[in-house]
Each structure stands twice: as structure tokens, then as C-alpha cells.
RNA sequence: GGCCCCAUCGUCUAGCCCGGUCUAGGACACAGGGUUUUCAUCCCUGUAACGGGGGUUCAAAUCCCCCUGGGGUCACCA
């Protein structure tokens, strides 16, 4: 079955559902996808759910709605099925178990019963020294002292048995061979203690039941290839051909984060972006069309796709320019279509909009100017002019810079921001009144509107941290 | 810190593989100007980059080495 699949090209995406749809899932997603698309082969999208505690079975549907959502469709997946289902990970453990089996039998893996405890005070005493790895305590266990640690129901978990001389190396598609000494390789744990895989042995044995032939992933995985290859190796499997692209990155160079750029798919949709647009943006993050061409369909970049154009930097996000090209796209538009996408877009607020609204509302144009604050850009001129009174500059300053401290990582929900705000009282020993205008004002650019934690969560995260920033920055022009 | 990846305008990039055509091109942003009753659009102009040092060569942004800088990764997370 797997080798007819090895005739032609089969690559994935595979996300894992542990928070909202990242944009850099989109961009894997549409460079995997153009690949498969150009190559005639298949795009396959798998959900690694490994991580009991944080997987969540919404997030998964906001990731599948999300990339339908940019029109990246695939072949194969949890919601269409597929030769080789299922598709979501923690559906095949019985799978993962059979494999580690083999491994443990052929010796390419071990039972390892440290106790984390251990491993903490094995890493605090090795901090000095060049590799942090595990130190092998187990690897030597007899089989006799095995059986009588799981007799006993000592809890383990199953690691690779790295060779300890020896290299390990493969040919990058973008980066040419990439080399390491295995003395450097740790002996990753492949299945946890609550017996569930990790994500490299699930994957490894996903792709090539899958029939991958071209694993297309992020540049932060680029360490743990060599642990997979060794892994293809242990099985006895073809390896498939890696390519890694790199990273988005904030305005400092540092990898894309949620605090300092809109990571949330949800973003983009919430402020009115076309996924098209978004696409066509994140198709010329470090790569470029023949001809340098700028705006383009996602068929042509797909026609056009040649990974030879796929460059190694790593590309700053600019929003800025993803606006001025989603301006080019709104421009362009016929009007019927404008009318069509606002509709849509003013359909996607609406349920949730008058949910605040409607008790507030006298006519129908009164909603507009009510909810105006979910799509002001600039929200207003001069915070520091128009403080709530009784709220001190410095007081506001307090307030909104904690504030923003808490936004970048709290949970975006009604509840979650209610703690943040009375944690946020406490810990400036104010009255819950003064933290709720200020933020009211400076958030939402009224002194009059629905509920604060309501009308944020409306909103995306990044929306938010963005007045946050902007209100602050007014705060600075002005003396205390 | 070890290992690994990367390096052209502020940002996205073309050029680099196959050295001369590069006094380094385009786009965003910015500045100035024009069109427009205003704004936006649109048009024009301008500022602005090959990180540093060694080689190789008649010739290097392009090839090689070193340095520097940035990043990723070192989890029972993916």
C-alpha cells in the first residue's frame, strides 16, 4: 500500500490543536500545499494532538476552519478521511504502541525509570557542561531489573537509543547537508509516562505510514531531524527528503510571537483581511515569484511554485505591508463582490455584537456607533487629553502597562480577562472604578460602553495589545 | 554555554548557483511634488543596502576561509 504512494509526491501539515490558528501554520501550509498542488501529489493535513493537557478539540476546529478559511484544501484529513486514517494522532496509538514494541524488541529503545525529580537534579548538575542530554542512566538496565521495575509499576517511559559514535546527517532541499555527531544526539523519549507517543516517534511513524515523501516544516526543527532520521533507521524505512523553512520573526529578529505580532488567524479575519490577500502576503515571505511579481492568486503561485526560489533568512513580519497589499485586493474589487465580502464580514460580528448591543439600541443605526470601537483603526487621538477623571497620569500608566504585561499570555475569554483586571487592582492597590475607565477609555475610546471583558474578547488579543500600546505612547508626551 | 541555521536599503526582496552587463533593480514605509472641493486613490521625484577582514581572480554582492552579528534548539511541548 505504501509503496504505490511513493510514486508521486505526498507532503502534510500537521498542527498541533494546543491554541488558536497560527499564522505560521498558514505558511507551512501554503508552501506544502503549492508543492503538492504544482507536483501533482497530495496535501495531507494530520492534527498531533499527543499533548493530553493541552490539546483541545475546539482548537482543532478553528485550525481546520481556519485553513479552509484561506482556501489551502487537502486531500486528506480527520474531516474527509483518507487511505491512511485516521488522521488525528491520538487515534493511533495503538499504532505507536505496535512500533515502540518493535523497537524495545530490536534494542533501538529503552525503558527509562528516572523520575523527573532526577532528571531535574541531573540537569541542575550538568548546567555547566556542553551537552545537557540525558545521562544515559538507564540505557543499561538488565532485562531482569526491567520486569521487576514494571512488576512493580514503577512509572517509565520509553527513550531511543542514540549510537554514541558515529554521525547522523541529511541533505537539506534549501540547505545543503546538514551534519551531527550522534555523542551530541540525546536519547529523546519517544513514548510518556502516560503512555501516550511524543511528538517524534508519532510523527515519524505518521509520516511513513502516510507515505510522506517530502516532510516541509519550520525552521525550529531542524535539531530534531537528526533524532527522526535515526528513528527511520531504527525501522528499517526510506527516509523522505526534509525541507526547512524559516521562521517568521518579529521586528527584533526573534522567532513571531503573540505579544509583539497578530499570531491568531482570527486576527486577520476580525480586522478585515482577505485571506487571498494573506496568502498572497505570506507567499512572498522568503520567497518570490518569477518577475518579482507582487500580487498574485494563489493559483499562479502555485503554477509558478519552485522551491529553488525559497530563500533561508528569515523574513521580519510587516502588517504594514499586508494591509497595503490587501488595499490593492479591496480596491480592485468589483462592487457587487465588496458588497458581498462586507456583508459577510459584518455577518461574522453581528451575533456576537448584539449580544452587547441590543439592550443599548433604540434604531438600527444606533448599533454603528455603539460597536464602532470593534473596527476603529485609530482609536483615539490623544489618550493623556481625555483620561477618565479622578485617574492620575501616572495611575493610567500603571494600568495600561501591566495591563499589557497580562494581555500578551493571559486566556482570551470573558473570565480570563475578568481575573486579569482584579488581579491587576490588587496589585496597584487601586479601585476597580479607576482600572475600568482607564482601560474602557483607552481601549475602547468611550467613557459609555458595553462591558469592558465583553467587548474586548470581540476583539482579537493583538487588536487589543495594539491600543494598548497606542494609549501608552500617548501617555509618554506627557509630564507627570 | 554545546550543537545547528542564517547574513543585500528601516522592512519584504531581485541579483548570487553559471564572477564582468550592478555607478546594485523593484515593492512597503518615509520625505517632497502633481491630480483631487477635503481625504483616500493615482502619478512623479528623492533618501536609503552588498556586516567586517582576509584570500582566489585581470575582475567578487556573486567563489573560499576567518571574525562579528542575529536566530533556532538543547522538555515525559509540539
Known sequence: MVDKKLDSVRVRIAPSPT????????????????????SGGKFILRIEDTDRSRSRPEYEAEILRSLRWLGLDWDEGPDIGGDCGPYRQSERLELYREHMERLLKAGEAYYCFCTPERLERMREERKGESFRGYDGHCRGLSEGQVRENLERNL??????????????????????????????????VLLKSDGFPTYHLASVVDDHSMGITHVIRAEEWISSTPKHILLYRAFGWPVPKFCHLSLLRNRDRS???????????HYYRKVGI??????NFLGLQGYSMPQEQEIFSLEEFARDFDVSRIKTRSPVFDLEKLFHINGVYLRSMSRERLVEALLSYTRGWLEGALGLAQER???????????????QRELVGDFGAILPKRVSLEEARGVLGKALEAYGSCEWSVEGLRRVHGELAKALGLKKGKVFMTLRTALLGKLGTPPLEESLVLMDRFQVIQRLEGALGCLEKWDV
Not at 160 to 176: H, I, K, N, Q, S
Not at 255 to 265: D, M, T, Y
Not at 366 to 373: K, T
Open 255 to 265: 522567532k513571531i510571537s503573540k505579544r509583539r505580532n497578530p499570531c491568531s488567524l
Open 19 to 38: 491554541g488558536e490558528p497560527h499564522v505560521g501554520t498558514a505558511y507551512v501550509a501554503l508552501f506544502n500545499w503549492a508543492f503538492a498542488r504544482k
Open 274 to 279: 482577505f485571506p487571498q490577500a494573506l496568502l
Open 155 to 188: 512509572p517509565y517511559v520509553v527513550r531511543l537509543r542514540v549510537p554514541r559514535e558515529g554521525e547522523t546527517a541529511f541533505e537539506d532541499m534549501l540547505r545543503g547537508r546538514v551534519c551531527w555527531r550522534n555523542e551530541e544526539i540525546d536519547d529523546q
Open 361 to 375: 439600541m433604540e434604531s438600527l443605526g444606533d448599533f454603528f456607533p455603539l460597536m464602532a470601537f470593534l473596527w
